[in-house]
């Protein structure tokens, strides 16, 4: 997509929230509640304002994720013309590695192993069990679908994460309570002895977590670029499945979400619904969560809410008559809510209701994220060759949980 198209995008998405706002400002003034019909006409407005930032986003990542494929391809083969294969640090080249394979690879996905040359089937054979009746993708093909899984879920940008080496767990070492503060004392004296500090311990355990797809021959040879095509279809079923269980994971054999309650993850210590209505989240209300957050996680603080929620929010106001939500004005700059980035997920608890979940804000570098088993892509080449199609098994091993609570503040409503 050009660059042109996606400010088109962003002014057409601007224009919408201005709209909204403009209805908004006038059913104030007139100090009433909206009719069903400007109800209906608001909604629009805001999903339409929803569905473009979702189109210009969707298509800027994947511009990142073509422009970082050519990058690596041109640096890869300058890289293996300048050093002969096997040459780097002593070490010998991983067959799916090199360019020839990712090429071989190429032309498997467009034409079907019928239609590929000696060379090229020579090139796959290097690197995977043809017949075993399966093909391995190549390590760029995973990397950029790695990249592609990231750029749909948010936590796992923002998150820490760690590569578990040689053990089936790691331990996470977590301060319980802080020291008291520092005594003003007397040169020769070392102050009094501290009691209150406490540790604690997290223990992040890597479940198997994995997904089989179909895919037409037909479709991958028509396609203009099937290795995007997989790429997005496999980003997509492991992306969603990430995101709910960042979000609502119980930590059973799977992440713990920060949206369940746990003396593990986040407890019911960090909630704030002060001045929230049983119903609708309030001005009030997210100027009590923000300042229920220290000051200190606010520079990599974000808020997280589902779209029906900034629906909501994008109607508040503070004392001053100014909206609390401000939409992105620039390319690659979040919207803001009180002057803190805001994001939107679809998985989100977007249920109404009495004493229900609806936001969350924190400084997500304190959700941690283990991984035993890096992500590998299997092709099965023959099992599903009578009804012309391939399939694809993507299998990976993780884990994640909040390891500090008081980095996050969860929005509940009264």
């Known amino acids: 997509m050009s660059k042109a198209l996606i400010v088109e995008l962003r002014q057409k998405r601007a224009k919408a929230i201005a709209d909204a706002r403009a209805l908004n400002d006038q059913v104030q003034k007139e100090a009433r509640d909206f009719t069903p019909e400007e109800q209906q ?15 210009y986003e969707r298509e800027e990542r994947l511009d990142q994720i073509e422009s970082d494929l050519n990058d690596s391809d041109y640096a890869e083969r300058e890289q293996r013309r300048m050093q002969p294969a096997g040459q780097d640090s002593g070490q010998p080249v991983e067959p799916r590695s090199r360019p020839e394979y990712r090429d071989a690879f190429r032309s498997y996905l467009a034409n079907g192993m019928g239609g590929i040359s000696p060379n090229e089937r020579r090139a796959l054979v290097a690197g995977s069990d043809i017949q075993g009746g399966f093909i391995y993708a190549p390590t760029q093909f995973v990397n950029s ?18 590569q578990v080496q040689g ?19 007397a040169e020769i004296k070392t102050g009094s002895e501290d009691t209150a500090m406490s540790f ?17 021959e037909t479709l991958l040879r028509r396609a203009p670029n099937a290795e995007q095509l997989v790429i997005d279809r496999l980003a997509y079923k492991f992306g969603v499945t990430k995101e709910k269980a960042y979000l609502l994971g119980t930590g059973s054999r799977q992440p713990l979400g920060v949206f369940v309650a746990s003396s593990q993850g986040i407890s019911t210590a960090r909630d704030v619904s002060t001045d929230n209505t049983t119903s609708a989240v309030t001005a ?8 229920a957050l220290k000051g200190q996680y606010w ?9 029906d929620g900034q629906k909501q929010i994008a109607k508040l106001k503070d004392t001053t008559n100014q909206y609390l939500w401000r939409e992105s004005v620039r390319a690659g700059e979040p919207d803001t809510l009180l002057n803190l980035p805001i994001q939107m997920s ?22 941690h994220i283990a991984q035993a088993l890096g992500l590998t892509i299997k092709y099965l080449a023959e099992l599903y060759a009578e009804y012309n199609q391939i399939g694809l098994i993507g299998r990976e091993e993780e884990d994640g949980m909040p390891v500090l609570e008081e980095a996050f503040v969860r929005v509940k409503l009264g």
């Open 41 to 55: 006409t608001w909604d629009k407005y805001m999903n339409e304002a929803s569905t473009l930032q979702q189109r």
């Open 145 to 162: 679908l790695i990249k592609a899984v990231d750029n749909m879920v948010w936590i796992r940008q923002w998150a820490t994460v760690m």
């Open 167 to 185: 053990a089936d767990s790691i331990g996470i070492p977590t301060i319980d309570n802080d020291p008291a503060d520092a005594d003003w004392t």
């Open 200 to 216: 604690g311990g997290r223990t992040l355990t890597p479940h198997p977590l994995a997904k089989r797809i179909k895919i037409s």
């Open 284 to 291: 009030d209300g997210l100027i009590n969560a923000k300042y």
């Open 299 to 307: 520079p990599r603080a974000k808020w997280l809410f589902h779209r």
């Open 346 to 367: 679809e998985y989100v608890p977007n249920t109404f209701t009495t004493g229900q979940y609806v936001g969350i804000l924190g400084d997500f570098s304190m959700y």
